[in-house]
C-alpha cells in the first residue's frame, strides 16, 4: 500500500484494549480514505460492531479481508455490512482497490477477488485471484507499523525463551485434505516458498532494527519440504545472527529426520509443534490426517535426541468419537514422550470440509461466533455430548500436566510467572467473548480521495 503512494495507519485494537471511542478518535485523527478490518471467525461479531459504528459516524468505504472472508464472501459481506471483501491472498486487489477508489472510479467489476455490492444491493463476487506465484515480489511486512517490542506474545506451543519476537512465514499453503483445516481455501492445496535468502533478509531486518531475538515460523507446515527447511536453517547458519526460533503451528511428524533436526538446533530451533489430533487410528483416517500413529515415537525419539522439545495438538469431538477413542487420545498423549501437549475440541471453521457438514442443520446467523474457540462444544456428529467432550478435555490436560516429570520440567525452565501463564492457560482458560485483530487505514500522500 505504502509503495504503491498511499499513507498508511494501523490500529490494533487488541494491542491497546480499545473501547468504541478509542476507534472513532483514531478513525477521526487519521481522516481515512478507505478502512479495512480483518475477520477472523471469533472475530467476526466485533468485526460487524465495528462497522456497524464507523457507518454511524463517517462516510468512509469499508473493506473486510481474511479467512471468514474468504470462506463465505458473500454471507459474511452481507452479515457484516461492509461495502467490499477481499477473497483470498489480499496484497494486489486490496492495492488495486484503494488504486481505484483514490481516481474516484465508481466500477469495480474488473478487480478480481472483489466482493461488493451493486446498485440493486445485490453482493456481485468478481473472478477469483490468481495465487501470487513468486513470493519474494511481496514487500516485508511494515514492521514499523507494529514494532516487535509493543507485543508480548504468548506462543501457543509455551513461552518464548527471548524477547521481543517475531512471527514469520517461509511458505504459504499445504497438499493436504484434512477435513478440519480451512487452511486451504486460500492456499488452494498448493504450496509456495520463499527463498531461504528473502527469508533471512526479513530475519536480519527484525533483528536490527527492531531488536527481535526470537522467531515464530507460522507456516502450514515448514518441513514438509525437507530440502527447503534445510536450505533455510543453513542460511540462518551461514548469517550468524544468533537468534532462537520455534516451529509454533506444527508440522508433520513424519516429516522429520536426524539430519534435519541437527541443522534446526543448530540454526536455533528449540521446539516444534506435532499435529497428532487423535490417538485413534480409525478417526485420523475418516479425518483425511493421512498420517500412521506408528511413525509417532521414532519421530519424538529423534526430537528428544535433537534436542528439541515436542509439543502435540490434539482434537476432542471428530465424527464418530467415542469414550473409548477420547480415552485412546488421552493415553497416547500421556504414554508417549511429548513434552507439553494441547487439548482442543473440535471448532468447525468456515473453509473447512466439517464446517459444511456441521452447517447443514443450521442457519449462518445462529451461529454463535464468539464460542468458535476450540473449547465450547457444539457438535452432532459423535456420540458424546458438549459436557462430555468439555470434561475429556479438561481429564487431558490434568493427566499429562500433573504427572511428576511434567512438573519438574516445567519448574526447571520456566519462571514462576511462565509456570503461572502455563497452568492457567491449560486448567483456568476463561472464554473470553470476542477478539478483534487489526483495523487498517490507507489515504494518499497526495491528499487525493475518491469523493
Not at 460492531?49 to 479481508?65: D, M, Q, S, T
Not at 477508489?101 to 474488473?110: H, V
Not at 514494532?147 to 504459504?172: F, G, Q
Not at 481455501?185 to 533483528?207: A, C, G
Request: neutral net charge; glycine residues 6%; hydrophobic residues 40%.
Amino acid at each position: 500500500m505504502e509503495g504503491d503512494g498511499h499513507t498508511v495507519k494501523l490500529f490494533d485494537g487488541t494491542l491497546k484494549n480499545a473501547e468504541k471511542d478509542d476507534y472513532l478518535q483514531v478513525i477521526q485523527g487519521f481522516d481515512p480514505d478507505l478502512i479495512a478490518i480483518s475477520v477472523f471467525s471469533r472475530g467476526h461479531n466485533m468485526a460487524k460492531r465495528l462497522v456497524a459504528l464507523i457507518k454511524e459516524n463517517y462516510h468512509v468505504p469499508v473493506v473486510i479481508g481474511g479467512p471468514q472472508v474468504t470462506a463465505l464472501p458473500e454471507l459474511v459481506l452481507k452479515d457484516i455490512g461492509a461495502d467490499f471483501a477481499v477473497v483470498g491472498e489480499g496484497e494486489i486487489t486490496l492495492s488495486e482497490l484503494a488504486k481505484y477508489l483514490s481516481y474516484g472510479k465508481k466500477e469495480f467489476f474488473n478487480i478480481n477477488g472483489l466482493a461488493f455490492f451493486d446498485t440493486d444491493k445485490r453482493v456481485i463476487l468478481n473472478k477469483p485471484r490468481d495465487l501470487i506465484g513468486d513470493l519474494d515480489t511481496l514487500p516485508f511486512p511494515a514492521w514499523e507499523h507494529m514494532p516487535p517490542s509493543e507485543y508480548r506474545i504468548v506462543p501457543i506451543l509455551a513461552t518464548a525463551k527471548r524477547y521481543p519476537l517475531a512471527p514469520i512465514m517461509t511458505s504459504r499453503g499445504c497438499p493436504f485434505h484434512c477435513t478440519f483445516c480451512a487452511s486451504n481455501i486460500t492456499w488452494k492445496h498448493r504450496i509456495r516458498f520463499r527463498s531461504p535468502q528473502n527469508v533471512v533478509d526479513e530475519m536480519k531486518k527484525l533483528k536490527f532494527e527492531f531488536g527481535v531475538r526470537e522467531f515464530l515460523i507460522t507456516d502450514d507446515n515448514f518441513t514438509l519440504d525437507t530440502k527447503f527447511a534445510t536450505s533455510v536453517c543453513k542460511k540462518i547458519i551461514e548469517s550468524d545472527i544468533d537468534i532462537t526460533w520455534q516451529c509454533s503451528n506444527g508440522v508433520r511428524v513424519d516429516s522429520l529426520n536426524p539430519d534435519l533436526l541437527s541443522l534446526m538446533k543448530k540454526s536455533g530451533c528449540y521446539s516444534v509443534g506435532l499435529g497428532i489430533e487423535s490417538g485413534n487410528q480409525g478417526i485420523l483416517n475418516n479425518a483425511k490426517k493421512s498420517l500412521d500413529l506408528s511413525v509417532v515415537k521414532d519421530s519424538l525419539l529423534q526430537l528428544k535426541q535433537a534436542g528439541i522439545k515436542s509439543y502435540g495438538f490434539f482434537i476432542f469431538g471428530f465424527p464418530g468419537e467415542t469414550a473409548k477413542t477420547a480415552q485412546e487420545t488421552i493415553s497416547f498423549a500421556v504414554n508417549n514422550s511429548f513434552d507439553r501437549a494441547w487439548f482442543n475440541i473440535m471448532t468447525p471453521y468456515p473453509g473447512a470440509e466439517l464446517f459444511d457438514r456441521w452447517i447443514k442443520n443450521k442457519s449462518f446467523e445462529d451461529i454463535d461466533w464468539d464460542s468458535h474457540d476450540g473449547s465450547t462444544a457444539d457438535l452432532d456428529w459423535c456420540e458424546l455430548s458438549s459436557r462430555e467432550l468439555e470434561a475429556f478435555q479438561w481429564l487431558a490436560a490434568k493427566k499429562f500436566y500433573l504427572r511428576p516429570r511434567i512438573i519438574l520440567d516445567i519448574i526447571c525452565h520456566l519462571s514462576i510467572r511462565q509456570v503461572l501463564t502455563l497452568f492457567m492457560t491449560r486448567f483456568f482458560r476463561k472464554r473470553s467473548k470476542g477478539i478483534f485483530g487489526l483495523v487498517h487505514s490507507m489515504k494518499r500522500k497526495d491528499g487525493r480521495n475518491g469523493e
